[in-house]
């Protein structure tokens, strides 16, 4: 049973999650993944949660198109979740990879970019360097970079010029400028994390960067150059983050304890939505271009 309880400066909003990932604040909400019960769910601020639709794969990531309509990573597709509540291929991505694709994230312009590891961690496959693609708005895709020590968490500032990834087996945040039509330049470490070992991301108004950190058991903020702002220390790992709340100063991190992917079928449920009230508030909705 899905539980709220509070202890000192931090919250936990939620418990009880098989896997929680990819939290999005969206209409007073958040919205998050819970990869092994194959479920999207929303929680608004009291703990109140519903199940928004169900996978028939992990869910990995979801991200909104400007429209309005919810985008869900499933294996090498994109799934697209119609007014009605029903699930639609909004795109066959499986030409631009052999595996599945990890995040998304969403411009103002209606270009989304994936990415994905080009090995099976999960079969316990030898390390290979991961894969951007980007899916632009007139349907058309491709890939637009390589040679990323497996892409994780993604963010795109507000004026929809720079996209940032996580890097996590390479320990840092790396940015590329994004062109009018979407493609990458001018590759560039934005922050080298040192121990850092960055999963999920989100960006502030400030324009830094707070990383998950799953075995580091923490959540961490640091300016483009890699100073350290400020780190949420968690009993557990954690795997993803993103701001929000009434004026978007609500950190929510996703954490559960984490033996490694062998116990990722565990019926333990320890993931748990934990918040924080942090200094500085999340960027706002994408400007169109």
């Known amino acids: ?115 994905g590891a080009e090995f099976d961690l999960m079969a316990g496959e030898k390390f290979a360097p991961g894969i951007v693609a980007l899916l632009k708005s007139d349907g058309s895709a491709g890939q637009v970079a390589d040679g990323v020590a497996f892409p994780n968490g993604m963010a795109v500032t507000h004026d929809n010029s720079t996209l940032i990834v996580a890097e996590s087996y390479g320990k840092k945040l790396t940015a590329f400028d994004i062109a009018a039509d979407g493609s990458l330049s001018n590759r560039r470490v934005w922050a080298d994390l040192g121990d850092g070992v960055p999963d999920g991301i989100c960006l502030d108004a400030e324009g830094a960067v707070w990383y998950a950190d799953v075995p580091n058991k923490r959540c961490v903020r640091v300016a483009e150059g890699g100073k350290v702002l400020q780190t949420v220390e968690l009993d557990r790992g954690c795997f993803s983050c993103a701001l929000g709340g009434t004026d978007g100063t609500t950190l929510f991190m996703m954490a559960q304890e984490w033996g490694g992917t062998a116990g990722m079928d565990s019926e333990a449920r320890t993931g748990q939505i934990i918040t924080a009230e942090v200094p500085v508030a999340g960027v706002m909705l994408h400007a169109s271009e």
């Open 1 to 115: 049973m899905r539980k709220t309880r509070s202890s000192g400066s931090l919250r936990t909003l939620l418990t009880g999650l098989a896997f929680g990932e990819s939290p999005r604040w969206h209409e007073d909400r958040l919205w998050f993944s819970d990869w092994i019960a194959q479920e999207v769910l929303a929680v608004d601020l009291a703990g109140k949660s519903e199940v928004i639709t169900r996978v028939k794969s992990l869910p990995f990531c979801i991200d909104w198109l400007p429209d309005g309509r919810l985008l869900i990573t499933s294996g090498r597709s994109l799934l697209r979740m119609e007014p009605d509540g029903s699930l639609k291929t909004h795109a066959d991505l499986s030409s631009l990879t052999d595996y599945g694709w990890n995040e998304i994230i969403a411009d103002g312009r209606g270009n989304v970019y994936v990415n």
